[in-house]
Structure formats: C-alpha cells, structure tokens
C-alpha cells in the first residue's frame, strides 16, 4: 500500500493519484486537496496541522522543550 506524499495517509490499492515527474520521481495522492497543496501551493506538509507529518513534527517539539 502506498501513503500520500503529502499528508501521510496510508491509502488503498487502487485509489489516489500517481503523479510521475520527468525526473522519475514519484508523488502519490490521497486526494486532490493533497495534489493542489503540494503541486500547485508549494506548501509544506509540516506547518499544517492535518496532516500527519505536522503531528509528528508538534510531538518531537514537546519532547526537546
């Protein structure tokens, strides 16, 4: 199963987007609010507080202080 580049959600075979860069990266998207927020946006998952890379991130900021 692949998670969402953006927000860090495990998705389901068979669902989501795949966007494949002329790199040869790959992004996978739960939704298109995720796509619209990294590709279009250029926000980052970390300073928004739905994802799950933010929660992450609020967790090991408690822990330092």
Same mark, same amino acid.
């Given at each position: 199963m !692949? @998670?969402?580049t953006f927000c /860090?959600? +495990?998705?389901? $075979? /068979? +669902?989501? $987007?795949m966007f494949v860069? $002329? =790199?040869g990266k790959i992004d996978y998207f739960c939704s298109g609010k995720c796509e619209k927020n990294l590709l279009n946006l250029n926000r980052k !998952? @970390? *300073?928004? *507080?739905? +994802? =799950?890379f933010y929660e992450k991130t609020a967790k090991k900021e408690e822990t330092e202080k």
């Amino acid at each position: 199963m !692949a @998670r969402c580049t953006f927000c /860090g959600v +495990t998705m389901e $075979k /068979g +669902t989501g $987007k795949m966007f494949v860069y $002329k =790199s040869g990266k790959i992004d996978y998207f739960c939704s298109g609010k995720c796509e619209k927020n990294l590709l279009n946006l250029n926000r980052k !998952a @970390r *300073k928004l *507080k739905w +994802t =799950s890379f933010y929660e992450k991130t609020a967790k090991k900021e408690e822990t330092e202080k």
